[in-house]
């Protein structure tokens, strides 16, 4: 915002510049969260150590802990950050112009590609879902809305058009889909299933889904 000074010369307000000393932090913290990022991705959640995230960033211990609580703090501070960008893949691949199933399919498919390959991380979600504090749960599912709509908003999309039937529900429809998604996780972690094997499932499962809502005049 520019305001002019007693002497009638406009300033240029500008946000606050970080010192060294705070700039430093957020370097840190940061490099705290790609190690740890990296090792709950390659182990899943027990097995990475705070030891072995402090040895990954090239710190101490105290250094990990001078940043975060515990490594439940950690977790969560890593599955929010990378929350945001999950929601950017799927509304990526479900952005080509197409029937609402393969806008539905292809952003799912999207999101199997961006995360099998961090396959423990995802089950580690899964897992600390069922045993976090109550604060947390609270915390994550206000960060995890953003996935879920990417579906829904897809279906209000196809509703506005005319693809669904006018007493079609999108936000029922969207539950739907995203519960279909997620389940599927659990095939890829104990049956080995592929991006290959993923995709002509949740294909399957999106036309069981959309069967009675589609306006096929």
């Known amino acids: 915002m520019s305001e002019a000074s007693p002497s009638g010369v406009v300033s240029t307000e500008t946000a606050p510049r ?26 899943g959640y027990d097995p990475a150590t705070i030891r072995d995230i402090a040895k990954g960033a090239g710190m ?17 501070a890593v599955l929010t950050e990378d929350l945001q960008g999950a929601a950017n893949v799927l509304r990526e691949g479900a952005s080509r112009q197409a029937p609402v199933r393969d806008r539905l ?20 979600v899964v897992a600390r879902s069922w045993f976090q504090p ?17 579906g829904v908003e897809v279906l209000e999309s196809a509703k506005a058009r005319g693809e669904l039937k006018s007493d079609a529900d999108p936000r029922l429809l969207g539950e739907l889909v995203w519960a279909a998604y997620l389940s599927n996780y659990r095939r890829a972690a104990y049956e080995g299933w592929d991006v290959e094997t993923l995709s002509d499932h949740i294909g399957r499962q999106i036309d069981a889904i959309l069967a009675g809502a589609l306006n096929r005049q």
């Open 60 to 76: 101490s211990t105290g250094a990990v802990f001078a940043n975060f609580q515990d490594k439940a703090e950690l977790f969560e």
């Open 18 to 43: 970080m010192n060294r000393r705070q700039a430093a932090k957020v370097r840190t913290r940061q490099k705290v969260l790609d190690a740890a990022r990296a090792l709950f991705a390659e182990r």
């Open 105 to 124: 399919v292809n952003g799912f498919i999207a999101g199997y590609h961006a995360s099998l390959e961090q396959l423990p991380l995802v089950q580690a």
């Open 134 to 150: 109550a604060e947390a749960e609270a915390r994550l599912r206000s960060a995890f809305k953003a996935l879920p709509m990417v």
